[in-house]
């Protein structure tokens, strides 16, 4: 069997995050300039089913029966061989590198999750559509974060810009031309699954104050897709505003992101917002193609750690 290599691309959220756990539309677009690969290589001399796993990002380099039952590798191995009705792999290494930055918001553990599924299908002869990749993923995100909403696995599987609901049929957004970000990195870990445990406590407490605050979230990412398709861009900053002063009252921002947001702003960004759980990993800028420098610049003058640029391409449905 050849050696195969899958890679899956990062992603932010650009509007409506944890509204979508409970059931609000939100927006996310794919990051390409951050990858995660899988190489998944036979080992002949070995018997069937001795399979290493190496990921040096996270010091794993280990024999997959080794790991975890829970841990979302071995969760996302067993959904694979559950897809095929095959009880074993055989002998293998599988290698995998990323360079998305774990627990920042932009979807590392999916992205991992997307290119294994597609590298172990592949290394198997096996052929999966986007859509089981897309649940397989979904599955595996649970153990990531509690209760996902389901954007990260679909926008990460289909690399595609993405309105998402939950419940209802995936909607790709046509962009006429193409959006740039700058992403900024506070350089603070942040699991999403407990700022979503943490904000599902506090909706339980104050359930119409969530609520409403969720409402508003939701009418600013339909107004956002209307501004997407239509090439308004500008239009956007305002929305991206809202939804970080929204994302503010429930408490998920943080001093630091609030720092990079008016930084971003006062660099001249069209608009900027925390991005993803929130309470750490990055926040978005909007920007104009010829500003990503100067806002780059003042995120790490404002004490980001890192900055990717990102060019989200003009698509067509
Ligand atoms: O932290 P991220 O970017 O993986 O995304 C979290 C987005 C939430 O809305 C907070 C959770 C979800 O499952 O949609």
New binding site residues.
């Given amino acids: 069997m050849p050696a195969v290599t899958k890679s899956a691309p990062g992603k932010i ?1 650009l509007f409506g ?2 509204a ?2 409970y059931g609000r539309p ?1 927006i996310a677009v794919p990051v390409n300039q951050v990858k995660a690969r899988v190489i998944v290589m036979a080992n002949p001399e070995s018997d069937p089913g001795v399979v290493w796993v190496l990921a040096p990002d996270i010091e794993i380099n280990l024999l997959l029966n080794d790991l975890s039952r829970e841990h979302p590798l071995s969760i996302a191995v067993d959904q694979v061989l559950k897809s095929f009705g095959i009880k074993r792999l055989p002998a293998c290494t599988i290698k995998i590198t990323s360079t998305i930055p774990i627990a920042g ?3 590392s553990g999916a992205a991992i999750t997307v290119a294994l599924i597609r590298a172990l299908s592949a290394f198997l002869g096996q052929s999966i559509s986007d859509e089981q990749v897309c649940e397989s993923t979904f599955e595996v995100e649970k153990y990531f ?1 509690g209760s ?2 389901g ?2 696995n679909t926008v990460i599987t289909y690399e595609r810009p993405v309105y998402y609901q939950k419940g209802e049929p995936i909607e790709f957004i046509e962009i006429p031309k193409s959006l740039w970000f700058v992403i900024g990195d506070t350089g603070i870990s942040s699991p ?1 699954s407990m ?2 445990s943490d904000v599902r406590k506090a909706w339980n407490s104050k359930t119409a104050y969530y609520e409403n605050v969720f409402d508003q979230i939701g009418e600013i990412t339909v107004q956002a897709k209307n501004k997407v398709k239509s090439g308004y861009f500008t239009d956007l900053g305002s929305l991206m505003e809202a939804n970080h002063i929204c994302l503010q009252r429930i408490g998920v921002s943080s001093k630091e992101l609030d720092i990079l947001v008016t930084a971003a702003i006062e660099a001249g960004a069209i608009g900027a917002k925390m ?3 929130g309470r750490g ?1 990055n926040m978005i800028a909007l920007v104009h193609a010829n500003q990503v420098s100067q806002v780059a610049q003042s995120l790490i003058d404002r004490g980001a750690t890192n900055t990717i640029i990102t060019e989200v391409y003009p698509t067509r449905i």
């Fill in positions: 959220i995050e944890h979508v756990v939100a918001g932009l979807g974060h996902p909403s954007i990260d999403t700022t979503v991005s993803g759980g990993g």
